[in-house]
């Protein structure tokens, strides 16, 4: 298992040259910052995993810097859903798009009726990168850094008559959520949130939006991804022309 695939959370027990092993008791994804307790001590200690030198309990170092985790649980929930698209819950989507101020991206899984718009909201199948940089579950059971299998499980457990809304055939949306799982995971995912302020003023995008789920990556330069279907000939389709008739009226 690679340091890039070891769990950072409250609770990881770690190492530290001069003061031996300890247990993390916060941690921040974004910024690499941890409190840790060792031994009897009753005060946790803040360190930075850039500099301070922490290692796994194995011996191995945290190399946040060059193994940066994810900061955001898109990736998982892409690989999570795509999983249960395979195992024949196609009526299963991933809803995501950024917060006001940018930093963070927000997630709803729902399922059912395809409808972007009026979808049914269900306890811990919707959360935020905000929470997430501090404690990596998405809410419903789960463990750090479980698989998409794992993941998948622990939704099962924790909402059985939810999930079951998402069983059946949506062939079209299936397709397309494959096709861009393929060329996004791991490094990236995707955001529905087109619609802010500026990029109001800039007109709907052609191609769908990609973000990076961890820091260090370049910025995304694959193939332009279309957007899911019954997006733009749906509710979008109206904002998107009225975008482009207020640009031909500038």
């Not at 191995?60 to 810097?65: D, M, Q, S």
């Not at 850094?145 to 099962?156: D, I, T, V």
Request: net charge neutral.
């Amino acid at each position: 298992m690679s340091a890039r695939d070891k769990v950072l959370a409250p609770g990881t027990v770690v190492f530290h040259p001069h003061r031996g092993y300890g247990v993390l008791t916060t941690v921040n994804l974004m910024t690499g910052w941890v409190s840790a307790r060792f031994g009897d001590e009753h005060r946790a200690l803040d360190l930075c995993l850039a500099t301070d030198s922490l290692q796994h309990a194995d011996g191995e170092p945290i190399l946040f810097r060059r193994s940066a985790p994810d900061y955001m649980p898109h990736a998982r929930l892409m690989a999570m859903v795509a999983y249960l698209h395979q195992s024949g819950y196609e009526r299963l989507y991933l809803y995501t798009w950024p917060k006001p101020s940018g930093m963070h991206w927000r997630w709803h899984l729902f399922c059912g009726q395809r409808d972007w718009v009026h979808r049914p909201l269900r306890p811990s199948w919707y959360g935020s990168g905000s929470d997430y940089i501090f404690n990596p579950v998405m809410g419903w059971g789960d463990a750090p850094g479980a698989q998409p299998a794992e993941l998948a499980a622990a939704l099962a457990d924790f909402d059985p008559q939810g999930l079951e809304h998402a069983r059946g055939r949506d062939p079209r949306h299936t397709e397309w959520f494959a096709d861009i799982s393929r060329v996004l995971l791991p490094g990236y995912a995707y955001s529905l949130g087109w619609d802010t302020m500026l990029a109001k003023r800039r007109g709907m995008p052609e191609a769908l939006p990609v973000m990076a789920v961890r820091r260090g990556m370049p910025p995304y330069s694959g193939p332009a991804l279309d957007w899911p279907p019954g997006w733009v000939d749906g509710w979008a389709h109206h904002g998107y022309h009225r975008a482009l008739r207020r640009a031909a009226q500038e």
